[in-house]
């Protein structure tokens, strides 16, 4: 990941390291590039962005992605080996967002559910739906 204002790049475990991942023999390179992760969130101390990279394993930074067929949601901090994968009942989601200190994702129903990451196993927990979803 990089900050295109600070130039700093931050390292996250590689795309091969997701759970679940896609039939390479079925899928080409260019359609795998354009849809294996859907969505990044991005929750950082402001301060990570701006500190030189060798600094880089400062565990105050988390991304949340939105990947694979079945829209799963996974996390990793700079430095781990693999993303790790959050436990929920169902694997489609359509939007993740960071506000006041956790990640929030919605499901392709409307349902909105808060990713609980300091659990073991890591999971979602159901808040509300969303209005307007049927």
Known sequence: ML???SRIQISFPSRTTFRYQ??????????????FVKKFAL????????IPPALESDK?????????EGFRLAF??????????????????DDIMFFNGSF????TDGMLRICVITTTPPKTVDIAMSPGWC
Do not use: K
């Open 3 to 5: 900050n295109p204002l």
């Open 22 to 35: 896609y039939d390479f023999d079925a899928a080409g390179p260019e359609h795998l590039c354009r849809v």
């Open 43 to 50: 929750a950082s101390n402001p301060c990570f962005l701006t």
């Open 60 to 68: 105050s930074s988390v991304v949340m992605a939105i990947y694979g």
């Open 76 to 93: 990793a901090s700079p430095g781990d080996e693999a993303w790790t994968d959050v436990e929920s009942p169902i694997g489609c989601y």
């Open 104 to 107: 929030y994702a919605v499901d």
